[in-house]
């Protein structure tokens, strides 16, 4: 299956329940996932994984690990690059891109969806880098947060992925110009800042939790002001919510306002899934968004 993004037709949905056939993919993915020692290694070669792995059984490769030498944060950043099955051999072939918050702790199971789903049919085979972090409340908080010291940076944050590491991505890989960017919790709601801020430079966001209650709704407010003042926003937004109390006014008033103010070209979804918490929401939240932000 190949993505046409010029064939994604903007529509709005509304609050769905997780249903029974996403939770039963998950649970088997889950399974499937913890059978497998992956490795995240220097090189794609399984005969350096295996190695690292002891020597006792050949490793499954996830993915590699490159530096990127930032100017606007000052520092050197790791990134982690999976390459979707066959990359390798489809020399004319490009590929989606997916910028993944929190790349450490999401990566496993972000691949591990897009690969079932692709498998399927249900989505194209898709570049994912997740971004590691070194201060996670600096670059993932677009405003101040009382009693958070290094808290504020989100905005810096943002000019590294657009001004640095998506020109990175699109000079090294083979890149059709779609891309996507997820992230969890404090990723989510910097997930929901790029769209704010930059609307012209993901295609899709999937915001999983977002935490707009950390800076007393803020960013909320920015957000609302946002989809007051924009005609029109050709993008793709994926809301999804564990059973959690303190995320839930914020997310409520956040779908109502896209209920009232969305943009004409908008198309998104708010999903509650009351049997997961803050943490295994990430998973079945996540694929549930991946399969809507490339549904055709």
Request: proline share 4%.
């Amino acid at each position: 299956m190949t993505f046409d993004r010029t064939r994604a037709t903007p529509c709005l949905f509304r609050t769905t329940p997780a249903s029974w056939g996403v939770a039963r993919v998950v649970r088997l993915g889950a399974v499937l996932l913890a059978s497998f020692s992956f490795v995240l290694a220097g090189t794609a070669s399984s005969q350096e994984a295996s190695r690292a792995s002891g020597g006792e059984h050949p490793a499954l490769v996830l993915g590699h690990v490159a530096e990127l030498d930032s100017a606007i944060l000052g520092e050197r950043r790791r990134l982690l690059v999976h390459l979707p099955n066959g990359y390798a051999n489809s020399g004319w072939r490009r590929y989606p891109v997916l910028v993944l918050l929190d790349g450490a702790s999401n990566l496993k199971h972000v691949v591990g969806n897009l690969h079932a789903l692709a498998e399927g049919g249900m989505v194209p085979r898709t570049i994912v880098v997740g971004v590691e972090n070194t201060d996670r409340w600096r670059d993932l908080t677009p405003r101040r947060v009382e009693g958070m010291v290094t808290s504020g940076g989100g905005a810096s944050f943002l000019s590294f992925l657009t001004k640095e590491l998506l020109p990175w991505i699109d000079a090294r890989y083979r890149t059709t110009g779609y891309r996507v960017l997820e992230g969890h919790s404090l990723g989510g709601l910097t997930a929901l800042e790029a769209l704010r801020a930059q609307p012209d430079t993901f295609d899709a966001v999937i915001a999983l939790s977002p935490s707009l209650e950390v800076d007393g709704g803020a960013s909320y407010a920015a957000f609302r002001e946002f989809l007051d003042a924009r005609e029109r926003l050709d993008a793709r937004l994926y809301l999804a919510l564990a059973d959690e109390r303190v995320e839930r006014p914020w997310f409520d008033r956040l779908e109502l306002e896209l209920g009232k103010r969305a943009p004409v070209g908008l198309a998104w979804q708010a999903q509650r899934f009351p049997d997961d918490d803050h943490a295994s929401v990430r998973v079945t939240g996540g694929l549930a968004g991946l399969r809507f932000v490339f549904r055709d």
